[in-house]
């Protein structure tokens, strides 16, 4: 596996379900983050992890929970979801060094929320 | 809120003609600039970086940055029905969490018709 693999890429789920969004870089990178993207909306940052340490939440709603066991690896937790949050999930990857880090994008998860 | 600007689109053009992208952005300390492609369905995919005033060639890509006019544009030369896409700028910004991070426009929608 090259660059940054991400699964499911799709996944249907009720309202009351309980899934996870796994990420996985393969770049030796030591930040990985959370997008959300939504028809006709920026990409919308949720979660960012430098060196495994979480270091910006954008206000995201609880029912979305991150975890970032090591440096390579990214979950999304999901419980209790709503219609609204069916959208694209992206993690991206980068190497922080002193300017802002070129990010790599890994295919993408389609939720949809029923 | 620091903000970038682009022009939703779509933007048509004929194959083999010049294609003009354009992106404005808020912060005036923003120091690093991106152009993403992404195809229909598929994750953003880096295609250009500049980081100085002026212009940065890269093959049929041309990306300009004007930091007084708080303006980057990207040029596509010879436009190829594969350019088809739609093209998202990023610019870098210090998040409320004092650590730098990425701003995303809404993408312009290329056509290149044939």
């Known amino acids: 596996e090259t660059g940054v693999t991400q699964t499911p890429r799709h996944l249907v789920m009720g309202m009351t379900n309980k899934k996870s969004l796994k990420c996985e870089q393969h770049?030796?990178?030591?930040?990985m983050y959370w997008y959300k993207q939504s028809a006709k909306k920026p990409l919308e940052l949720m979660f960012v992890?430098?060196?495994?340490?979480?270091?910006e939440n954008n206000s995201v709603p609880s029912r979305f929970s991150p975890e970032c066991p090591n440096s390579s690896h990214l979950f999304l937790h999901l419980h209790t979801l709503q219609p609204e949050d069916s959208a694209l999930y992206l993690c991206?990857?980068?190497?922080?060094?002193?300017?802002?880090?070129?990010?790599?994008f890994g295919p993408g998860t389609r939720l949809l929320v029923l | 809120q620091k903000e970038v600007e682009q022009n939703s689109g779509p933007l048509s053009v004929p194959e083999g003609a010049i294609a003009s992208l354009n992106c404005t952005y808020s912060?005036?300390?923003?120091?690093?600039f991106f152009w993403y492609r992404q195809y229909s369905g598929k994750s953003p995919e880096l295609i250009m970086s500049?980081?100085?005033?002026g212009d940065k060639e890269d093959g049929r890509f041309t990306a300009q940055l004007n930091k007084a006019s708080q303006y980057v544009s990207l040029l596509i030369r010879d436009s190829q029905p594969s350019d088809s896409a739609t093209y998202l700028c990023?610019?870098?910004?210090?998040?409320?969490?004092?650590?730098?991070?990425?701003?995303f426009g809404t993408g312009t929608r290329l056509t290149i018709i044939p």
């Open positions: 990023a610019v870098n910004s210090i998040s409320n969490f004092g650590n730098e991070k990425l701003t």
């Open positions: 912060d005036r300390g923003s120091q690093s």
């Open positions: 770049l030796g990178h030591n930040a």
């Open positions: 991206a990857s980068s190497q922080v060094t002193s300017g802002t880090e070129t990010q790599y």
């Open positions: 992890y430098s060196l495994e340490e979480r270091v």
């Open positions: 500049i980081y100085s005033n």
